[in-house]
């Protein structure tokens, strides 16, 4: 068994020491395995989450996605909140109001709904969860609405206006935010386009 690893790990520390320093600082062999610094992201996130001053009237804890911003608030305690980048609605697609989490999940299953099907009939009728799954690291889900918060492993749709309703954030960001939150937690929708 040590005979089986002992081979590909030599063969990354050959690489990583000959590749100069500038390739050893920037490449970590957890990559392969999973769990390294990329392990959440597959790109930069365009948007950095933030502390923010925020005014609005809602209690801590209270979650406020604003789709015509393109930005989630998590309304903190002194008149702050964390500000997240994230991806709404495209046209037609978008909406408001005020649901609750109703369940969260790590690495979750898609089921595309059958209107998505109807619309997409390429697409999967089921997805085990990973990293190639379009809701990506984490899921909050939204009343008995068919949206959820979820990630993405695309960054570069994050602050776009391209998905069936639901409101995507970077890997990195929804798993920062759902350990912030819990079921239960107030989620405030505003659609001012």
């Not at 930069?44 to 911003?69: D, Q």
């Not at 980048?85 to 408001?96: A, L, Q, S, Y």
Request: charged content about 20%.
């Amino acid at each position: 068994m040590i005979r089986f690893f002992a081979a590909p790990i030599a063969a990354i520390a050959l690489l990583t020491a000959t590749a100069g320093g500038a390739l050893a600082e920037e490449f970590d062999t957890r990559d392969i395995m999973g769990g390294g610094p990329n392990f959440f992201r597959s790109g930069a996130n365009p948007i950095p989450r933030t502390t923010v001053n925020y005014s609005g009237n809602y209690a801590p804890g209270t979650i406020v996605v604003n789709t015509s911003e393109r930005r989630l608030y998590l309304v903190l305690q002194n008149g702050q909140a964390l500000r997240y980048g994230i991806g709404v609605g495209r046209d037609g697609f978008r909406w408001g109001g005020v649901h609750r989490i109703t369940a969260k999940k790590e690495w979750p299953d898609w089921t595309p709904p059958s209107q998505m099907i109807a619309r997409r009939p390429d697409l999967p009728r089921h997805m085990k969860g990973g990293i190639e799954n379009p809701l990506g690291a984490r899921a909050m889900y939204l009343g008995s609405t068919l949206y959820r918060i979820h990630g993405s492993n695309e960054p570069e749709t994050i602050g776009q206006a391209v998905s069936s309703g639901c409101f995507r954030m970077t890997n990195d960001d929804v798993t920062d935010l759902y350990g912030r939150v819990s079921v239960g937690t107030t989620v405030v929708v505003l659609n001012n386009n």
